[in-house]
């Protein structure tokens, strides 16, 4: 329970906002929720952002075991509200009033995307920063060939540049992944796609 806090106030202390452009088909029946933005445009960023140094991991390791539980743990929470800059290491947050489709995320509860691979890792022992290019860097990289559920999956704008990453799932096995797809949109079972597709992580390893 203190290490769950800990990394909630770590959260909220990195509520960096994610610039998604994602793809993906839903493979499972998501419930719809009321909250959502029937405008299901995504949101374009700005410029890349530079990416220095990996986050400092504290707590927890890696196991298959302790990934299994992640992948299962995520989705407990399908059919919740993206929300922009929303959930910490405790669950769904408020997000923030970001531009075109996501203008009223600010009243929404939910995640974006890299909030939901926070939550799922916390509840683990392994605490991350809320922004996907920076968890990036938070874990050992990893080869498509050699995907376990758990598996941080990662997608950018500019081929080789992991400056430019804009979204991050959990790979889920059987070529799916859950993921928080962007405003407008729920927590969702989709497939794996690789257009734009940078990379993969293994937090705690």
Same mark, same amino acid.
């Given at each position: 329970?203190?290490?769950?806090?800990?990394?909630?106030?770590?959260?909220?202390?990195?509520?960096?906002?994610?610039?998604?452009?994602?793809?993906?088909?839903?493979?499972?029946?998501?419930?719809?929720?009321?909250?959502?933005?029937?405008?299901?445009?995504?949101?374009?960023?700005?410029?890349?952002?530079?990416?220095?140094?990996?986050?400092?991991?504290?707590?927890?390791?890696?196991?298959?075991?302790?990934?299994?539980?992640?992948?299962?743990?995520?989705?407990?929470?399908?059919? @919740?509200?993206? *929300? !922009?800059?929303?959930?910490?290491?405790?669950? /769904?947050?408020?997000?923030?009033?970001?531009?075109? +489709? %996501? #203008?009223?995320?600010?009243?929404?509860?939910?995640?974006?995307?890299?909030?939901? @691979?926070?939550? *799922? !890792?916390?509840?683990?022992?392994?605490?991350? /920063?809320?922004?996907?290019?920076?968890?990036?860097? +938070? %874990? #050992?990289?990893?080869?498509?060939?050699?995907?376990?559920?758990?598996?941080?999956?990662?997608?950018?704008?500019?081929?080789?540049?992991?400056?430019?990453?804009?979204?991050?799932?959990?790979?889920?096995?059987?070529?799916?992944?859950?993921?928080?797809?962007?405003?407008?949109?729920?927590?969702?079972?989709?497939?794996?796609?690789?257009?734009?597709?940078?990379?993969?992580?293994?937090?705690?390893?």
């Amino acid at each position: 329970a203190a290490q769950v806090a800990q990394a909630a106030q770590a959260a909220q202390a990195a509520q960096a906002a994610e610039r998604p452009r994602h793809r993906g088909t839903s493979s499972s029946a998501s419930s719809s929720a009321s909250s959502s933005n029937s405008n299901s445009s995504s949101r374009s960023g700005g410029g890349s952002r530079s990416i220095q140094a990996a986050a400092p991991r504290y707590g927890g390791g890696w196991s298959p075991a302790k990934g299994r539980q992640v992948a299962d743990l995520a989705m407990r929470w399908l059919g @919740t509200p993206y *929300a !922009w800059g929303g959930g910490n290491a405790s669950g /769904p947050t408020r997000g923030i009033d970001g531009p075109g +489709a %996501g #203008r009223n995320d600010g009243s929404r509860y939910g995640f974006d995307c890299s909030g939901l @691979t926070l939550w *799922a !890792w916390a509840q683990v022992g392994v605490l991350l /920063p809320h922004y996907s290019g920076y968890q990036y860097t +938070a %874990g #050992r990289r990893i080869g498509r060939s050699d995907l376990m559920p758990g598996d941080l999956v990662f997608w950018a704008y500019g081929p080789g540049d992991p400056g430019t990453i804009h979204h991050v799932a959990i790979y889920l096995g059987g070529g799916q992944v859950v993921q928080a797809p962007q405003s407008g949109d729920v927590v969702k079972i989709s497939a794996m796609w690789y257009d734009g597709y940078i990379g993969a992580a293994r937090p705690g390893a």
